[in-house]
C-alpha cells in the first residue's frame, strides 16, 4: 500500500511550483540570481558540438523550463507584495519574444539539416537586413554609416528584452512585503 506525502511535503512541494505562493526578498533574489547563471550557462548549449548532436532541441527545453521558474519567482514575490502579476506576463512574454528570435538566427546560421525545427521562410529578417546593407552599400560612402546604425540598433533590440527583464527583477527585488492581517 503506498502512502501520500503529508502536508508537509505537499507544502513544500507546491510552493516551488505555483506561482500563488508568497516568496520574500531575500530567497527571492537568490532564486532570481540562480536563474539567471543558468539561463546565461544555458547558451552553452548552443555551441556547434551540441547542436550537431540535439539541435536547438535541448536549449529550447532548458530555456522553458528557466522561463517558468522565473515565471514563478517573479509571482510568488509579487503576490507577497500584495501586487499583480500581469506585469510578469508581459516581461515573460517578452522575453519568449527574444528567445525565439534568437532561436529563428541560430536555425537561419547553424543549423542546415532537415529537423523538425527547419524552416524555409525563418531566414526571412536575416535576408531583409542584407538586402538593406547591399542597397546601402551600392548607395556609395555613407554605407559605412547606414550599417553602422543597424549593426546598433539590432544590437540594441538583441538586448532589450534582457535589460528589462533584469531591470524588472530588481524592481520586483525592492517591493516591499505586504503582512498578512
Known amino acids: 500500500m503506498t502512502t501520500l506525502p503529508g502536508p508537509i511535503a505537499m507544502r513544500a512541494w507546491g510552493y516551488s511550483l505555483t506561482p500563488n505562493a508568497r516568496l520574500k526578498p531575500r530567497p527571492f533574489i537568490y532564486g532570481a540570481a540562480a536563474v539567471y547563471l543558468l539561463g546565461a550557462a544555458s547558451h552553452l548549449l548552443t555551441t556547434p558540438a551540441v547542436m550537431a548532436r540535439g539541435g536547438l532541441w535541448p536549449f529550447v527545453a532548458v530555456q522553458t523550463l528557466l522561463m517558468w521558474v522565473w515565471f514563478v519567482l517573479h509571482?510568488?514575490?509579487?503576490?507577497?507584495?500584495?501586487?499583480?502579476?500581469?506585469?510578469?506576463?508581459?516581461?515573460?512574454?517578452?522575453?519568449?519574444?527574444?528567445?525565439?528570435?534568437?532561436?529563428?538566427?541560430?536555425?537561419?546560421?547553424?543549423?542546415?539539416?532537415?529537423s523538425p525545427m527547419m524552416n524555409p521562410n525563418a531566414a526571412g529578417a536575416v535576408e531583409l537586413i542584407l538586402l538593406l546593407y547591399v542597397v546601402a552599400t551600392l548607395l556609395g560612402s555613407m554605407h559605412y554609416d547606414f550599417a553602422w546604425i543597424v549593426v546598433a540598433i539590432l544590437t540594441l533590440l538583441a538586448f532589450l528584452p534582457i535589460v528589462v527583464a533584469f531591470g524588472f527583477t530588481l524592481w520586483t527585488a525592492t517591493r516591499p512585503s505586504v503582512d498578512k492581517a
Open 75 to 114: 509571482a510568488q514575490r509579487l503576490h507577497d507584495a500584495g501586487r499583480s502579476v500581469g506585469l510578469v506576463l508581459g516581461v515573460g512574454f517578452l522575453y519568449v519574444l527574444s528567445i525565439g528570435l534568437l532561436l529563428i538566427v541560430a536555425n537561419s546560421f547553424f543549423d542546415t539539416s532537415d
